[in-house]
Nanobody
Framework: QLQLVESGGGLVQPGGSLRLSCAAS????????IGWFRQAPGKEREGISC????????NYADSVKGRFTITRDNANDTVYLQMKSLKPEDTAVYYC?????????????????WGQGTQVTVSS
């Protein structure tokens, strides 16, 4: 069964850090671009970061640029999102998604596979 599983979410104070993980099972990530998306209550889903299949291409939404870093470990079929200087407005459910494409990535769908999401809450 092909699936993505996110982990690493939780409650953090403003200014704090979290690292999210996205692990693949049932398929090999090195043929897929990976995107991170988030959705806050009452808001549309937002693409915040993505990384191409080789890790050489990365993109970030303006809302997270300079604070979030995406990396991938193809040997372990895992992608990470390091989040620093977190703000209350970063509170959302965070999802990773995989799209079969080589080299580049996009911050918008379509993506082929989606994880279940992990909650990130930034609050004092």
């Amino acid at each position: 069964q092909l699936q993505l599983v996110e982990s690493g979410g939780g409650l953090v104070q403003p200014g704090g850090s979290l690292r999210l993980s996205c692990a693949a099972s049932g398929f090999t990530l090195n043929q897929y671009a990976i995107g991170w998306f988030r959705q806050a209550p009452g808001k549309e889903r937002e693409g915040i970061s993505c990384v191409g299949s080789t890790g050489g291409f990365k993109n970030y939404a303006d809302s997270v640029k300079g604070r979030f870093t995406i990396t991938r470990d193809n040997a372990n079929d895992t992608v990470y999102l390091q989040m620093k200087s977190l703000k209350p407005e970063d509170t959302a459910v965070y999802y990773c998604a995989a799209r079969r494409m080589f080299g580049l990535c996009h911050l918008s769908p379509p993506y082929d596979y989606w994880g279940q999401g992990t909650q990130v809450t930034v609050s004092s």
